[in-house]
């Protein structure tokens, strides 16, 4: 990149460095942030500073957050004796998008991976078993269907089943518009046993 | 979005606005950056503006630079009697990837299109014009290939042949690795028309 300008490559550099950016999409980006006007740029630079400076996390259910409790857990039409807990904010955000879970979340911020040496003390499992002591009706797993998920789930499952709270995973099956001849063999079991009455 | 809190809601809408960034990606951006270490983000941001601040047209071929002349046109190595025309400087560093062109560019940033209602007078060919008051060889018309590029090609071509400087254009044709099966017919045509002896 000798070819630019010391102020563009390290632009250039800095947004390849993100994820999902390549160099050809940082190159772009470059020089659409060159030719935006001042004040969007200005703004720009100032949200991603601010993020950075006000966001932590959610003092009960740990996401991401610019207040001392998220939107979520500070609404008070969310029912706080169902916790879903999810991997991360993604995930969480992913169920709200559906509009239909009145509950409140945990996030672990990970999941368990003995292959990446991540145990169940490098996930906020702790703060989770802390919000037992409080009445709760039920805690929804829904970690994702990975090998991690799926370990992080038996582990949560084990550990809430002696307090007498209800445990429940969400359900594993073919993907709702999904044709079963792409479909891989241990989706199509998990869908089998899965099955409901109709 | 109203389950993100404020700050994340705003980052998530400034890297969506940027071109190519689509909603999943910008969240995805957006939670990478809050996690990022402090100092890069400040990095991050300092760049953004830096880069707004200051880069500015090269006082001679008018691609984006940080001096007052780009490296290119201020590289003694460089034949500054001939030049590439180009339509802006993502086009020019592909022509710098190649390694193997040794003239100067000119950066129109932009093409003639009757469509769009940019004339001749919209783009940076006044300034390709008083350049060749000095001592010109070769002007080379590197516009893309479509019907803006070529329309401005012609334009170029019409204005600077009464002066006597040479004037040529890029050749259109089957890309190198190209499957002729799946080439369009007006490539194809111009494949044949700019046929060379072997």
């Given at each position: 990149m000798e070819y630019y300008s010391n102020q563009i490559r390290l632009l250039v550099e800095q947004l390849a460095s993100?994820?999902?950016?390549g160099g050809k999409t940082a190159q772009r980006l470059a020089f659409h942030i060159i030719d935006m006007p001042k004040e969007r740029v200005e703004k720009l630079a100032e949200t991603i500073l601010k993020a950075k400076q006000t966001?932590?996390?959610?003092?009960?259910?740990?996401?991401?957050?610019?207040?001392?409790?998220?939107p979520i857990c500070s609404?008070?039409?969310?029912?706080?004796k169902t916790i879903m807990v999810v991997e991360n904010p993604r995930d969480m955000s992913a169920y709200e998008k559906t509009g239909k879970y009145e509950g409140v979340y945990h996030v672990l911020h990970g999941a368990i991976s003995p292959m990446l040496g991540?145990?169940?003390?490098?996930?906020?499992l702790k703060e989770l078993v802390h919000r037992l002591?409080?009445?709760?009706d039920e805690v929804i797993i829904a970690t994702n269907s990975s090998l991690e998920g799926e370990t992080t789930a038996m582990y949560i499952s084990k550990l809430i089943k002696p307090t007498g709270i209800k445990v429940s995973r969400i359900a594993s099956g073919v993907?709702?518009?999904?044709d079963l001849e792409y479909i891989d063999e241990v989706t199509l079991l998990r869908a089998l046993e899965g099955r409901v009455e109709l």
């Open positions: 993100l994820p999902g950016i966001i932590r996390y959610c003092s009960q259910c740990l996401t991401l957050t610019d207040q001392e409790l998220c609404n008070p039409a969310r029912d706080q991540i145990g169940p003390s490098d996930i906020r002591e409080k009445e709760v993907p709702v518009g999904g």
